[in-house]
């Protein structure tokens, strides 16, 4: 089992898909959002449902191979805490998407990703993260992967519950599965 949770600064469309695209490169993987605020991923069950129910043996593996979401549905890191525990016990590979990356304390590795601006809006991370090509030529302030630009096609996918067809920037994510995050 492998927990990276992924927390994303200055960029509401890429804290939506960088969690996504991860659990994509890991093959198996499920996708946990500890953010109550966070998008409206697809899927009938939601984080706060589990919390409240208790999860099934169904929802602590996975049932086929590919990705599988869960929304967060209202209910904060502190109440779900438990529940994603247990889920990270069954699953192969844990995506937990956050609003903040102490919502992960002892829960997952914090992935930061940033995406590259330029001047005074360029990102100043102190450790290792992941960097995200956008139309501006700027340079990683720091090491870490590099991700291509992100298709429009790309995010559609991701965002419509399908999985892209050979993408480059999916690929690119596996890196990130191999490297120590702390």
Not at 22 to 32: D, F, P, S
Not at 118 to 144: C, E, H, I, K
């Amino acid at each position: 089992m492998t927990a990276l949770a992924v927390w994303t600064a200055l960029d509401g469309l890429l804290s939506a898909v960088a969690p996504l695209g991860l659990a994509a490169a890991a093959g198996t993987a499920l996708v946990v959002d500890l953010d109550p605020g966070g998008p409206a991923y697809p899927g009938d069950a939601s984080l706060a449902d589990l919390v409240a129910e208790g999860p099934r043996r169904a929802d602590l593996v996975p049932g086929r191979a590919g990705v599988a979401v869960l929304r967060n549905g209202g209910v904060s890191a502190t109440e779900a805490r438990e529940v994603v525990e247990a889920l990270a016990i069954g699953w192969p590979n844990l995506v937990v998407r956050v609003a903040d990356p102490e919502q992960a304390e002892g829960m997952a590795s914090v992935v930061p990703v940033w995406p590259l601006l330029p001047g005074m809006l360029a990102s100043r991370a102190d450790r290792r993260s992941v960097y995200q090509r956008t139309g501006f030529v700027a340079n990683p302030p720091g090491p870490g992967p590099l991700l291509p630009r992100l298709r429009p096609a790309i995010v559609a996918s991701l965002l419509n519950g399908t999985l892209p067809h050979r993408s480059r920037w999916v690929t690119a994510w596996r890196e990130v599965w191999r490297l120590p995050w702390r």
